[in-house]
């Protein structure tokens, strides 16, 4: 089966500019998560989507990060406005529902200057 | 909530060793346990999982793990590693049901001829 796929793959961009990150997870995965990956940390939740509804946002910044999933499928992840510390890779997950673990995408690598 | 606690930062092995991560969770609950592997360039892959049975999990490529409830461990194990071995090394956690996987800082495992 195909994976979970993710892009850009990178982007660099100045601070206080947007940005935007797209997922598509493996098919017929009801659930998505997208991770941000600090250098030299493990991955940490920012937003768990059940179909096109969000189960788990809390740790997700919402004055700057949004994030949506229209129609159950794709999901699109917004910064607005970067700041230095947005600097990470983002990192899209899919599981099935109940399963336990996650298949993860290759990442988006942001740089912010 | 969760947390994990994988207490090398970086390990260095020559060829055949033995390798032995370590990995610490705290929940008083049941819980789901992962190890994840990211070789250089790649994306974030299961090696193994434990749900329940059997506290000795055999995962891919020759690793296994066991779990010990009382010392709240997941560590992993590799009788002899060898150089394409080298890649960062994550331990994971969910609490049964529709959860998101908890992380650990991950250890990095560098293996020298």
């Known amino acids: 089966e195909a994976g979970v796929a993710q892009s850009p793959r990178y982007k660099i961009i100045e601070k206080r500019q947007s940005v935007a990150f797209w997922c598509n997870p493996i098919s017929g995965h009801a659930t998505l998560y997208w991770y941000q990956q600090i250098l030299g940390q493990g991955p940490k939740l920012l937003i768990q989507f059940q179909n096109n509804g969000v189960v788990d946002d809390s740790q997700l910044p919402k004055d700057r990060f949004s994030a949506e999933r229209l129609k159950g499928v794709d999901s699109t992840l917004k910064i607005q406005p970067a700041k230095l510390e947005d600097s990470a890779v983002y990192l899209c997950a899919s599981s099935l529902r109940g399963a336990g673990g996650a298949s993860f995408g290759p990442g988006t690598r942001l740089t912010v200057t | 909530a969760q947390s994990v606690s994988q207490h090398n930062h970086h390990v260095i092995l020559s060829e055949a060793a033995s390798l032995e991560l370590g990995c610490n969770y705290s929940?008083?609950?049941?819980?789901?346990l992962f190890w994840y592997v990211q070789y250089p360039g790649q994306h974030l892959q299961l090696l193994l999982k434990?749900?329940?049975?059997?506290?000795l999990v055999k995962g891919i490529k020759g690793f296994e793990a066991e779990f010990i409830k009382s010392k709240f461990s997941f560590n992993l194990r590799k009788p002899s590693v060898q150089w394409s071995d080298t890649a960062e090394y994550f331990c994971?956690?969910?609490?049964?049901?529709?959860?998101?996987?908890?992380f650990g800082k991950g250890t990095r495992l560098s293996v020298i001829a």
């Open positions: 434990y749900f329940s049975g059997d506290p």
């Open positions: 994971a956690v969910n609490i049964p049901g529709n959860t998101p996987l908890v």
């Open positions: 929940y008083g609950g049941t819980v789901n």
